[in-house]
């Protein structure tokens, strides 16, 4: 299968912020669809490679800009409440499945975004086929100063929209400058988190440890092993607490945290490209 069709529009949210969404389908009726949940800082267009690379494939592929992100409303790296989040890939989902009803759903988040699918996955499991989290934002291995967390901590009450630099290093993101480059030059990308997202990041990614064993949606985790901005320890300890026999963990010797976006990327989809299969009995 091939595809040549992208299209966007914007969603509205639940609580009146309206969400910018991409959206690629396959030249032929979907085999599957699958919701995809960004990052911290970046947003939907990152991701044409992968959404263009599924589509391709038979699945239609759905994409926002989460609030505070890319060309969705908001002030940039806040929220009130992780819920909010967690409300927006409600959005994306419903929308997922307007446009590609009576077909398996898989919801594939990276970093932040495969926290939140995570958490959304354990908090409302109906209806998804799987989740699939790269390199998930469960444990950060990005310093913050002491100063810095007790800051946020203490503001998150008094001034919790305060925003402050996130500190994500672009060199991180991935061993292609090219890659890195482009991160930098993207308008869209942005470096600001606020005080009250600090405190909700944080809580989200202890509860989702603590409750790794009650998930109920089978997940695939993709990992690199040289990510430099979550640690790569985190997300095989959350693994290894889920209880289902239908789980799979794959580690990538040498690469860094954007495994989409690293050299080895066409191997990264397709090891995930064979996870989807096999829910569908298609070929990988």
């Known amino acids: 299968m091939t595809n ?5 529009c914007t969603l509205p949210g639940n609580d009146g912020y309206a969400l910018f969404c991409r959206a690629w389908r396959p030249a032929e009726a979907p085999v599957a669809s699958i919701a995809l949940v960004h990052g911290l800082g970046e947003h939907s267009g990152r991701y044409e490679h992968v959404g263009r690379y599924f589509a391709g494939k038979g699945y239609f592929v759905a994409a926002v800009d989460l609030r505070g992100h890319g060309r969705s409303e908001g002030q940039p ?19 997922t499945r307007e446009q590609s009803p009576a077909v398996p759903l898989f919801l594939l988040g990276h970093s932040m975004g495969g926290l939140i699918a995570l958490v959304y996955a354990l908090n409302y499991p109906d209806g998804l086929t ?11 291995r990005v310093h913050i100063p002491a100063w810095k967390a007790a800051l ?5 009450s008094l001034y919790p929209a305060l925003s402050m630099p996130s500190g994500l290093d672009a060199a991180g993101v991935s061993r292609d400058p090219a890659v890195v480059q482009a991160y930098i030059a993207d308008p869209l990308v942005h470096d600001k988190v606020t005080a009250r997202w600090f405190t909700e990041f944080m809580e989200a990614g202890r509860r989702a440890m603590a409750e ?73």
């Open 212 to 284: 790794a064993h009650s998930l109920a949606a089978p997940a695939l985790i993709v990992q690199g092993s040289e990510d430099q901005l979550v640690d790569p320890a985190a997300s095989k300890e959350f693994f290894e607490r889920i209880s289902l026999d239908k789980k799979q963990y794959i580690e990538y010797e040498g690469l860094y945290h954007e495994v989409f976006n690293e050299p080895e990327k066409a191997a990264v989809l397709a090891d995930v490209q064979a996870w989807l299969a096999s829910f569908l009995s298609l070929p990988a």
């Open 152 to 156: 946020g901590k203490a503001m998150s």
């Open 77 to 95: 790296g806040h929220v009130n409440r992780f819920q909010d989040y967690l409300n927006d890939v409600k959005t994306l989902i419903d929308y």
């Open 130 to 140: 799987s989740v699939i989290a790269s390199a998930p934002g469960l444990r950060g």
């Open 4 to 8: 040549d069709v992208s299209a966007s």
